[in-house]
């Protein structure tokens, strides 16, 4: 019987899109191997970064105004009263909620304790969502603990740049010639992790696309909003973007919803939205995209509901182009492969619903290739 265990991050997450893919992926996984086997998430938990690590990396990674203004942010933060939103008990207690019906390891485990749980698997997968960062978990994201005849496969792992220091470069070139199939989930990564691995290294969808929108209506929630609304979800810090918004809102003669302080303290969020829902569960979050008149967002995973639900979008950029941390293209890669490019940036406010017949169609497609490429590797069928 295969007992398969995904390293990802789940435990303690209280981000929308890395909570629902959690969900996805465990739930795709189960439902390949049947009764056959049994799927569970691993309770593992990231561990906090050395400063010294956290400087290394600003230093390397970023430009001297992005970090004159992370700390700006950051003091920000910590004298507005406000910043009390990020430990937003609702939000969180929501998300423990949901956290609890993936099915997962009893036993927390953390960096320097997940070798404990390696005897548990036959298999063990790593990704989706950004496992790949680096940090002092990059170990543990590479499958390091398992045991030797332990099967180890990424499914559409990524990580927030496309370069990386040698450290990394170390970790990579020890653990992922070890692994029977490697993919990931932009194809702009290919490259580095081909070299890194010696193996050829496949794009699959986001997990989130394997299940169908009627899979995720299984569980959504519907929001309490009786009048067109357009919900906007912004991770960055874009003042030019939250303006767009209510002009786009306005323009329509809709609402603006917003789940406000989603990466922290921004100020540009206080009294942003016509209406603010803090607390909204990974279930509401669902239901709020696809009952939207259209979403504006510079999110990976908003992105990718507003596609899967066919809803009006507008993807918009979080991060500067020729910044050292830009990975816009997470969001481009998933627009370009769907044919949907055109809505990225798209300079109209007028509500208009994509041409989602042709884009369907592939993402159908490319859906089952990634259903392959799973049943392929858990099969321990060289990919």
């Not at 559409?156 to 740049?161: D, G, K, P, Y």
């Not at 912004?234 to 767009?244: I, Q, T, V, Y």
């Amino acid at each position: 019987m295969k007992k398969i265990g995904i390293m990802t991050l789940y435990k303690n997450n209280i981000n929308y899109g890395g909570m629902l893919q959690s969900y996805a992926l465990q739930r795709a996984v189960q439902k390949l191997v049947g009764e056959s086997g049994e799927c569970v998430q691993i309770s593992y938990t990231i561990s906090p970064t050395p400063i010294k690590e956290k400087l290394k990396h600003s230093l390397q990674y970023r430009s001297f105004a992005e970090n004159a203004k992370m700390v700006c942010n950051r003091l920000k933060a910590f004298f507005n009263k406000r910043k009390k939103t990020l430990d937003s008990t609702a939000r969180i207690n929501a998300f423990r909620q949901f956290e609890a019906i993936i099915p997962h390891t009893e036993k927390i485990y953390r960096y320097n304790t997940v070798e404990d749980c390696a005897e548990m698997f036959t298999h063990l997968i790593t990704g989706s969502d950004q496992v790949w960062n680096g940090g002092i978990d990059l170990d543990a994201f590479c499958l390091g603990f398992a045991k030797r005849d332990t099967k180890r496969i990424s499914y559409a792992a990524s990580s927030a740049s496309t370069k990386f220091g040698k450290w990394q470069d170390e970790i990579f070139k020890k653990n992922l010639p070890k692994f029977t199939a490697i993919s990931v989930r932009e194809k702009s990564v290919i490259p580095y992790f081909e070299q890194m691995s010696g193996k050829k290294v496949s794009v699959v969808l986001d997990p989130v696309f394997l299940l169908s929108a009627a899979d995720w209506h299984e569980i959504v929630q519907e929001p309490h909003i009786k009048t067109p609304y357009i919900f906007c979800y912004l991770l960055g810090s874009n003042k030019e973007w939250h303006e767009r918004a209510i002009k786009i809102a306005k323009e329509n003669s809709c609402k603006l919803v917003t789940i406000p302080y989603l990466n922290g303290y921004n100020q540009l969020d206080d009294n942003f939205g016509d209406i603010q829902i803090s607390a909204a569960s990974p279930q509401e979050f669902l239901g709020l995209i696809e009952n939207a008149a259209g979403v504006v967002t510079d999110s990976f995973h908003a992105t990718a509901f507003s596609i899967i639900f066919n809803r009006p979008f507008w993807a918009l950029s979080r991060f500067k182009n020729q910044g050292k941390t830009n990975n816009n293209h997470r969001v481009t890669d998933i627009l370009e492969q769907s044919g949907l490019l055109n809505c990225y940036e798209n300079s109209s406010n007028k509500l208009s619903t994509p041409d989602y017949s042709n884009a369907n169609k592939i993402l159908k497609v490319q859906a089952d290739k990634s259903y392959e490429f799973l049943k392929a590797a858990l099969g321990d069928i060289e990919c």
